[in-house]
Nanobody, 120 residues
Framework: QVRPIESGGGLVQAGGSLTLSCANPDASFDYRTMAWFRQTPGNEREMVAYINSSGSATFYEDSVKGRVTISRDNAKKSVYLQMHDLKSEDTAVYYC?????????????WGQGTQVTVSS
């Protein structure tokens, strides 16, 4: 079963920046809307941003709008999340997955995620 491989997380001070990467070697990657999710202890995963298969359309949750940019490289079967002006509330484990917009559900298997910790 193909699982995404997330990387790029770390410890950063409030106001800092990070770029997360996700390699997803699934053969259907090029045709899938991809999303980034995050999860904090005791809470469900929440979708924070998604990008359509061609990269021509994106969506951001209000909590991150204006501070993050999602992008993808289909040749590398990878999706990215550039994060700026990080806040303590951005602290979470971040995951990527294919995403069905109509249902609001992730479609594939989950990877290990990458931890982002923002210190205030």
């Amino acid at each position: 079963q193909v699982r995404p491989i997330e990387s790029g997380g770390g410890l950063v001070q409030a106001g800092g920046s990070l770029t997360l990467s996700c390699a997803n070697p699934d053969a259907s990657f090029d045709y899938r809307t991809m999303a980034w999710f995050r999860q904090t202890p005791g809470n469900e995963r929440e979708m924070v941003a998604y990008i359509n298969s061609s990269g021509s359309a994106t969506f951001y949750e209000d909590s991150v709008k204006g501070r993050v940019t999602i992008s993808r490289d289909n040749a590398k079967k990878s999706v990215y999340l550039q994060m700026h002006d990080l806040k303590s509330e951005d602290t979470a484990v971040y995951y990527c997955n294919s995403y069905r917009v109509n249902s609001g559900r992730a479609l594939g298997s989950w990877g290990q995620g990458t931890q982002v910790t923002v210190s205030s």
